[in-house]
């Protein structure tokens, strides 16, 4: 049997924006993975209006509705306010879990994703419609017959792994020891499929974060979990420690929420940023290995116009490993790569590193 290629999230964006309009392109992939949140990305990057549809709630009467067009004495149809196509202009639409819809709402649903209308209601022209599903092996009720399959663009999507998903983490305010946390633990973001049955024996999961099928429970580690999770860290000052750790477990599971919270005692050890801005030369620099890597997405989100070179003179006494994580995550950063790249202690830094930041120039 001939296995599909995967694809990254970041590629399956690319393909929606680049022929979506053109060719209804189904992304599929593990729960949690990113695929829904992609919809509102592509509408903002485009311009467009966006309509989420949540296709496993839908009834057929929430399609729409017809009425009496006396005058041509016929019956037309008026599609639901939600699908967006009464407002004429260019819409995203993301039909999401598809493949969960009951199947008269399929059926209605599949000219939509195919050719753009609802009944007689056509989208305009540049408009997108994509549509996302579950694999059928992750056991959560998604199917499609064959005959929709053989019209549509089926990509399986992969999971982001730990340094993808911290790239869009740094951009997105995740808390930094949750990307410690996932950077020294990069298998937190292992999938399912990489096991065989023979390494699943019924009892222990091989993977005691991760989601299994035939191990179901009721938190794991998923890229939406652990966004969930960062907001939780971020407000952990105004909670005891064993209501975030009681919260940790409730959307990461019992194993990945006792290994955040060793990293979050290993944080307290550090130096106050207020300090090391102060004085970067004099501060503190710690030993411990993961303190080191708290620090140093710590100090991606910090870096700011102000603190920029305060902040590179303090990561210049770090190990050389550490300076190049620091250094080349930062570059990938959009709003912190003008900053860096205009800061001259950042740019001495560089020089002397070229063989670690290959792209600055």
Aim: proline letters at 7%; glycine letters at 6%.
């Amino acid at each position: 049997m001939i296995e599909m290629q995967t694809v990254s999230l970041a590629e399956a964006k690319r393909s929606v924006l680049e022929f979506g309009a053109e060719v209804p392109t189904f992304l599929c992939g593990e729960p949690g993975i990113g695929k829904t949140a992609m919809g509102k990305e592509v509408a903002t990057e485009l311009g467009y209006e966006y309509a989420p549809i949540d296709c496993a709630t839908l009834e057929l009467g929430d399609l729409g509705t017809p009425h009496q067009n006396k005058d041509a004495g016929c019956t037309e149809f008026l599609p639901n306010a939600r699908f967006g196509i009464h407002k004429g202009k260019d819409v995203v639409m993301l039909l999401d879990e598809l493949t969960k819809s009951p199947r008269p709402v399929m059926n209605m649903l599949m000219p939509t994703f195919n050719d753009r209308r609802l009944y007689d209601k056509h989208l305009s022209d540049p408009s997108i419609v994509f549509a996302t599903g579950n694999m059928s092996g992750d056991g959560v009720g998604d199917n499609m017959p064959p005959h929709f399959i053989s019209r549509i663009n089926w990509l399986n999507v992969r999971k982001p792994n730990a340094e993808e998903w911290c790239d869009w983490g740094r951009s997105n305010n995740q808390h930094p020891t949750l990307m410690a946390w996932v950077m020294k633990n990069p298998h937190c973001l292992q999938s399912y499929t990489d096991f065989s049955d023979k390494d699943i024996n019924g009892k222990a999961p091989p993977n005691p974060y991760i989601f299994f099928p035939q191990l179901p429970k009721r938190s794991f580690v998923a890229p939406r979990s652990l966004a969930r999770a960062s907001i939780i860290m971020h407000k952990r000052d105004r909670l005891p420690e064993h209501l975030i750790h009681a919260n940790l477990m409730g959307v990461l599971g019992a194993s990945a929420a006792a290994d955040i919270q060793a990293y979050s005692t290993v944080e307290k050890e550090l130096e106050d940023w207020a300090v090391i801005e102060r004085d970067p030369n004099g501060s503190k620099v710690p030993d411990n290995p993961i303190a080191v890597c708290i620090l140093v997405q710590q100090a991606m989100m910090r870096a700011g116009k102000d603190s920029l070179t305060a902040i590179v003179k303090y990561m210049k006494r770090l190990p050389r490993e550490s300076q190049a994580l620091f250094g080349t995550n930062l570059y990938k950063i959009k709003d912190k790569r003008d900053i860096a790249i205009r800061n001259t202690e950042f740019a001495k830094w560089a020089v002397e590193n070229h063989w670690m930041l290959p792209d600055v120039k």
